[in-house]
Each structure stands twice: as structure tokens, then as C-alpha cells.
């Protein structure tokens, strides 16, 4: 089955700063990459996604870039915000049953 | 209104109780699914049901049985609750064929005691 690897599990920066998450996965034939926020005592939800005939997506402050190659993608945050503060998924899937498996989770800090 | 919306929110009971967690979403996707959130923040898949059958059952404990009345419900019960369950589980729904993002549930926070 899959396996996706996220990094780091814990990540503090100065509001104003960037932030980047990585993750790697396992599969090649996994094709779909959503990320999720969560926010404490909520559950996770999607920001931004990406799909693997696409190299790079960019939402507003946050984007996401998937090298197939590698078999890695990435979360970017520009301009953190303390509102940023909250713990980031990473997913992979393929077209089984859109089942998805998680990163283990990225604790955002961001210090006003 | 809830997208997805799960009862009860808190959860705590003894151990060996039989307990049930419910599930209603109102986006008209036709998957649903649970998944267990430990300690550690880890999210992994316990089941999927699509159009009210069966499509993933992970190895999870007899103990877990999932129910779909119909697609915009999928309930939980588990049967002789053990420490090792407290956990928040989630539910989510999406469309499977579109391989679409999931719309999370809030989630329930079981406490086994």
C-alpha cells in the first residue's frame, strides 16, 4: 500500500515568514494530493490540492508543488499569519475508492 | 447548515459498554467514510461505504461495526469499548468517482475510562 512521509512534525516561525511542509509518498501510481488543515478541535480541512498533471498550484498566500519523479510534494505559506497556527495533513490517493493515506500531521506555529 | 455533521461531540464510558457514534452529511456525496485520530494526531481509514455498501474495511476489531441506512448516514457502534479506543473519530464524505477532496465531520472525542 501507500506510505506518505511528512517533515517536520513540528515547525515555529516569525509571523510575516514562510513555511514550507514536506511530504514523500510511496506510490507512483498515486495521482491526487490534497492538504488539510486542521484547527483545534475541528476537523481537518482541505486548502489547496493537487493533481499529478500539474506541477504547481497557487491559492492567494499558500501553494503546493509535486514532483512525480521524486515522489515528493510540498505546502508553501507566504506571509505567515498567526491565524496560519494549526496542524497541516498531507494526502495521497489513487483512483481505489478515493482512499486516502495521511502524513502524520505538521504543527504550525506562528509567533506574532 | 452542517456539511457533515457528527453526534455526540464528547464521548466517555466505561469499558465493556457498547456505544454508537452517528453521521449524516447533506452534500449529496455518495461516499462516505471513518477514520481514527490517535493520540499522536495520526489519521488512518476504519471504513468506506459507497451508496450504502461496504467498499474499504481496514483491520479493524470486530468490535467496530459500521451501518448505512441510506448514503447520507453511516453510523458506528462499537461493541465492548476497551482503553485502546479513546481516540476522535471522524467522519467524512465525498463523491468517489470524481476523486475528490473528503468534507470532514467535526469529530467525536471517545473516552474510554
Known amino acids: 500500500g501507500e506510505n506518505v512521509e511528512q517533515h517536520p512534525s513540528t515547525l515555529s516561525v516569525q509571523e510575516g515568514d514562510s513555511a514550507v511542509i514536506k511530504c514523500t509518498y510511496s506510490?507512483?501510481?498515486?495521482?491526487?494530493f490534497p492538504w488539510y488543515k486542521q484547527e483545534l478541535g475541528k476537523g481537518p480541512q482541505l486548502i489547496i490540492d493537487i493533481r499529478s498533471n500539474v506541477g504547481e498550484k497557487k491559492d492567494q498566500r499558500i501553494a503546493v508543488t509535486l514532483n512525480k519523479t521524486a515522489k515528493h510534494f510540498s505546502l508553501h505559506i507566504t506571509e505567515t499569519q498567526p491565524e496560519d497556527s494549526a496542524v497541516y495533513f498531507c494526502a495521497a490517493s489513487k483512483n481505489n475508492f478515493n482512499k486516502f493515506y495521511f502524513g502524520s500531521g505538521t504543527k504550525l506555529n506562528v509567533k506574532p | 447548515d452542517t456539511a457533515v455533521s457528527q453526534t455526540p461531540k464528547y464521548l466517555v464510558t466505561q469499558m465493556g459498554n457498547d456505544k454508537s457514534i452517528k453521521c449524516e452529511q447533506n452534500?449529496?456525496?455518495?461516499?462516505m467514510y471513518w477514520y481514527k485520530q490517535d493520540s499522536k494526531k495520526f489519521l488512518k481509514i476504519m471504513f468506506s461505504y459507497n451508496n450504502k455498501e461496504l467498499i474499504i474495511n481496514e483491520t479493524v476489531p470486530n468490535r467496530f461495526s459500521p451501518k448505512s441506512p441510506d448514503k447520507a448516514h453511516l453510523n458506528l457502534h462499537i461493541n465492548s469499548l476497551e482503553l485502546g479506543d479513546s481516540a476522535v473519530y471522524f467522519c467524512a464524505s465525498s463523491h468517489r468517482d470524481r476523486m475528490s477532496s473528503y468534507t470532514f465531520g467535526s469529530g467525536t472525542r471517545l473516552t474510554v475510562v
Open positions: 506510490d507512483s501510481a498515486s495521482n491526487y
Open positions: 452534500l449529496g456525496h455518495d461516499t
